[in-house]
C-alpha cells in the first residue's frame, strides 16, 4: 500500500521556521523524484520545490527560493522542507508528491497534506 504521510506543519509567527517532512512507503522511494506543492484558500495548487530521485538536482518557485530548501534521506524513504523566513503569503496546505516515468507511464502519489499558518 503506497502510502506519503506529511508531518510539520502548524502556525508560526512570520520569520519564523518550520520544517516539514513527507514520510514514504509501499514504493521504491529512492527511484522516484519528489516535490512539495501547496494551496491556499481560494487558490490553485502551485509547485513550491522539487528534488530529482538521488538528490542532486533541485528546483524552486521562485517566492521561495533562497528562504525555503528541499532535501531527501533515501535511507530513510524521506523528504523534508525546511522554510525559513516565513512570510503570512506562505500560509496553504503542502503536499508532496512522488513520481516517476517507468515504460512511457507515469506513477504519482500524494500525500493528504499538512497546514501552514503563518500569522501574528
Known amino acids: 500500500q503506497v502510502q506519503l504521510v506529511e508531518s510539520g506543519g502548524g502556525l508560526v509567527q512570520p520569520g519564523g521556521s518550520l520544517r516539514l517532512s513527507c514520510a514514504a512507503s509501499?514504493?521504491?522511494?529512492?527511484?522516484?523524484?519528489m516535490s512539495w506543492y501547496r494551496q491556499a484558500p481560494g487558490k490553485e495548487r502551485e509547485l513550491v520545490a522539487a528534488v530529482t530521485s538521488g538528490g542532486r538536482s533541485t528546483n524552486y518557485t521562485d517566492s521561495v527560493k533562497d528562504r525555503f530548501t528541499i532535501s531527501r534521506d533515501n535511507a530513510k524513504n524521506t523528504v523534508y522542507l525546511q522554510m525559513n523566513r516565513l512570510k503570512p503569503e506562505d500560509t496553504a496546505v503542502y503536499y508532496c508528491?512522488?513520481?516517476?516515468?517507468?515504460?512511457?507511464?507515469?506513477?504519482?502519489?500524494w500525500g493528504q497534506g499538512t497546514q501552514v499558518t503563518v500569522s501574528s
Open positions: 509501499g514504493f521504491t522511494f529512492s527511484s522516484y523524484d
Open positions: 508528491k512522488a513520481r516517476r516515468w517507468y515504460r512511457a507511464r507515469a506513477y504519482e502519489y
